[in-house]
């Protein structure tokens, strides 16, 4: 009897290349899947194999460990194949740029993809990143960030999604404070059209980019009102929060997009601090539901997806 393959195992690009062989045994069909490197951690599958089989669409969404320097081989080897399309997590989102027929306006802005649609054998490239980080900001604090004033941590991929939307839902103010504080700079460089409005609060600029230094952190947070984590500090357990409970104060809510089922260091910190917050899920959660109403045209089960995680 042929052993049934299940989604729990991970394909490669020897496996990609070698497809119809590969995934002969698969069922329903795999047309979907996340590339990374790592990616056996990804919750995208439990995710998006819950809404295929509640909406009763016959294909499986699988994991794919493709490392950095495969990209460029594995996507055209995709666009001959039947699939829908797929995600990308690290480390390719900014790669992929340079590899696929065309980008939509989200892509673009934010120079990351994180979903592929594959249509008539083009790759066209988007991100659901920022729209999910919007959504998640309004689930977990019934705020809009229209009305924010943000500070943001971090100036890569992540960063620049959450920044972007920030800019575009003409938010209060932005703060972007990084490791490399050049990187921080440039970003608010780039969204500086976005901030030249009227609405300045104080003696604070409506558009500020900050050395990650305690002095200058610790004088932010009194002008802020949500915080989000769009580094990696804390995806290992045994890092420290990447803001001290020391220097965050009750009035800030804070939003982690490192996703977790435990307490992560920043959220631990927040709620030390008597702050509200909320981890990477729910933006996990709404980027995927938007990815998958850009694969099938139809409106994502959100219960039953969220249910999944
Ligand atoms: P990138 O590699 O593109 O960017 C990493 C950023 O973190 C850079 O700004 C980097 O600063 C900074 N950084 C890295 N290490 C440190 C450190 N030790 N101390 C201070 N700053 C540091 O990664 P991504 O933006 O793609 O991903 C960042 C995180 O976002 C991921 O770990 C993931 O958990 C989360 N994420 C969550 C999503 C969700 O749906 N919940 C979706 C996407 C990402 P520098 O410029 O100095 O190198």
Same mark, same amino acid.
């Given at each position: 009897?042929?052993?049934?393959?299940t989604?729990?195992?991970?394909?490669?690009?020897? +496996?990609?290349?070698?497809? *119809?062989?590969?995934? @002969?045994?698969?069922?329903?069909?795999?047309?979907l899947?996340?590339?990374?490197?790592?990616?056996?951690?990804?919750?995208?599958?439990?995710?998006?194999?819950a809404?295929? $089989?509640?909406?009763?669409?016959?294909?499986?969404?699988?994991?794919?460990?493709? *490392?950095a320097?495969?990209?460029?081989?594995?996507?055209?080897v %995709?666009?001959?194949?039947?699939?829908?399309?797929?995600?990308?997590?690290?480390?390719?989102?900014?790669?992929?740029?340079?590899?696929?027929?065309?980008? +939509?306006?989200?892509?673009? !802005?934010?120079?990351?993809?994180?979903?592929?649609?594959?249509?008539?054998?083009?790759?066209?490239?988007?991100?659901?990143?920022? !729209?999910?980080?919007?959504?998640?900001? @309004?689930?977990?604090?019934?705020? +809009?960030? *229209?009305?924010? @004033?943000?500070?943001?941590?971090?100036?890569?991929?992540?960063?620049?999604?959450?920044?972007?939307? &920030?800019?575009?839902?003409? &938010?209060? @103010?932005?703060?972007?404070?990084? !490791?490399?504080?050049? $990187?921080? $700079?440039?970003?608010?460089?780039? =969204?500086?059209?976005?901030?030249?409005?009227?609405?300045?609060?104080?003696?604070?600029?409506?558009?500020?980019?900050?050395?990650w230094?305690?002095?200058?952190?610790?004088?932010?947070?009194?002008?802020?009102?949500?915080?989000?984590?769009?580094?990696?500090?804390?995806?290992?357990?045994?890092?420290?929060?990447?803001?001290?409970?020391?220097?965050l104060?009750?009035?800030?809510?804070?939003?982690?997009?490192?996703?977790?089922? $435990? !307490?992560?260091?920043?959220?631990?910190?927040?709620?030390?601090?008597?702050?509200?917050?909320?981890?990477? %899920?729910?933006?996990?959660?709404?980027?995927?539901?938007?990815?998958?109403?850009?694969?099938?045209?139809?409106?994502?089960?959100?219960?039953?997806?969220?249910?999944? =995680?």
């Open positions: 009897m042929k052993k049934k393959r989604t729990t195992e991970r394909y490669t690009l020897a +496996d990609l290349e070698n497809w *119809r062989e590969a995934a @002969r045994d698969a069922q329903p069909p795999i047309r899947g996340v590339f990374g490197d790592p990616v056996s951690h990804s919750l995208s599958p439990q995710m998006q194999n809404a295929l $089989k509640h909406c009763k669409i016959d294909v499986q969404y699988a994991r794919f460990h493709i *490392r320097n495969e990209l460029r081989s594995a996507l055209p %995709l666009a001959g194949l039947d699939f829908v399309g797929v995600n990308l997590t690290v480390p390719h989102k900014i790669a992929a740029v340079n590899h696929i027929d065309d980008i +939509d306006e989200s892509a673009r !802005r934010v120079g990351a993809v994180n979903t592929i649609k594959i249509d008539d054998g083009k790759l066209r490239g988007s991100n659901t990143d920022g !729209r999910g980080f919007s959504r998640a900001i @309004r689930e977990e604090f019934s705020v +809009d960030l *229209r009305d924010m @004033r943000v500070m943001v941590l971090g100036a890569g991929g992540a960063a620049r999604a959450v920044a972007m939307q &920030c800019a575009k839902e003409s &938010c209060e @103010r932005l703060v972007i404070v990084n !490791r490399t504080f050049e $990187k921080a $700079k440039e970003l608010a460089t780039e =969204l500086q059209d976005f901030f030249t409005g009227p609405k300045v609060f104080g003696p604070v600029p409506r558009l500020q980019a900050v050395p230094e305690e002095a200058s952190i610790r004088f932010q947070i009194g002008n802020v009102d949500l915080i989000v984590n769009a580094t990696p500090v804390g995806l290992n357990r045994a890092d420290a929060s990447p803001i001290p409970a020391r220097l104060a009750p009035h800030v809510m804070i939003y982690d997009t490192i996703y977790s089922d $435990k !307490r992560t260091p920043f959220v631990a910190a927040a709620i030390e601090a008597g702050a509200r917050a909320a981890n990477g %899920l729910s933006m996990l959660l709404h980027q995927g539901a938007l990815a998958f109403e850009i694969w099938f045209e139809r409106e994502a089960p959100l219960d039953v997806m969220r249910e999944a =995680l």
